[in-house]
């Protein structure tokens, strides 16, 4: 009983399958890249518009929609993994190969999943959240005192100026 695989003969119709896996993949990743910019738009503008307190829940929201979108994720990754184990299924010999691997094709989707929630919501609190601190944290480094420094020497017009003002007139008599 060996691990290795029969070498993968496709017929047409799981060619098929396989264009339709990656047609799905390539289409929810341009869905994920295109909800992604649109959240960092919004964000901005929001930044530009809102006040820092209706900011936070703006982020409180989104956070929840990332936690949904993680949740559509593992639905297309249990479809894309049925379409998968459907081709899997029809190789010879894959059964007595998948009994002795340790990691299970399910928590390999769970794991995915867990690393695309966690990066989801890094980057929501990166766009949203962080930018609301920097915000809120600007008063207060412009209120800091400035580093002290030797004042600026005046020009020599200045004190051609300054002297010719403060001289008394010489009596000429």
């Known amino acids: 009983m060996s691990l290795r695989s029969a070498p993968v003969v496709l017929s047409r119709g799981d060619s098929v399958d396989v264009a339709w896996a ?17 959240l960092l738009l919004v964000s901005v503008l929001l930044l530009l518009l809102l006040s820092p307190v209706l900011l936070l829940l703006l982020a409180a929201i989104l956070l929840l929609l990332l936690l949904l979108l ?13 379409l998968l184990g459907h081709l899997r299924d029809r190789v010879p010999g894959e059964q007595e190969a998948q009994e002795h691997m340790p990691v299970s094709w399910a928590s390999e989707q769970q794991h995915a999943a867990t690393y695309l929630l966690a990066a989801s919501t890094a ?9 609301v601190d920097v915000l809120r944290l600007l008063p207060f480094l412009n209120a800091l005192p400035a580093s002290p420094r030797c004042p600026p020497r005046p020009s020599r017009r200045a004190y051609v100026r300054r002297v010719q003002c403060c001289e ?3 009596d000429t008599q």
């Not at 390539?26 to 909800?35: H, Q, Y």
């Open 123 to 131: 980057l929501g609190f990166v766009v949203v959240v962080a930018p």
């Open 70 to 82: 993680r949740a559509r994720c593992s639905l297309f990754l249990q479809l894309l993994g049925h």
């Open 168 to 170: 008394t007139p010489r």
């Open 22 to 38: 990656t047609l799905l993949l390539l289409l929810f990743l341009l869905a994920v890249l295109l909800l992604l910019s649109a």
